[in-house]
């Protein structure tokens, strides 16, 4: 007497869902972490570029400042030998 085989039905194999599993939640936290690090990296662009630009204008004020310093010490200078030649004339 043969026994007949039951068909059996197709079954997932655990171990192959639990590697489908593993690399889904791997998948998931690179994207996040990718896209994280996206945010952070256009954040660092505009602070750094922020940064530049008060640079910039720092220095366009600092030597401004030198300018008009110089021309105060010029002004003062030809106050000083006004003075000294009016004084000497009496």
């Not at 400042?65 to 009496?90: G, P």
Request: proline share 1%; aromatic share 12%.
């Amino acid at each position: 007497m043969r026994l007949k085989d039951k068909p059996k039905k197709a079954e997932i194999n655990l171990l192959i869902l639990f590697y489908i599993v593993i690399l889904l939640v791997f998948l998931t936290y690179f994207l996040t972490s990718y896209l994280r690090y996206r945010t952070v990296l256009e954040e660092y662009k505009a602070v750094k570029e922020a940064y530049e630009k008060s640079k910039k204008e720092l220095m366009e004020k600092e030597e401004t400042l030198r300018k008009l310093q110089k021309l105060v010490e010029e002004l003062e200078r030809e106050k000083n030998s006004d003075e000294s030649t009016s004084t000497s004339t009496f």
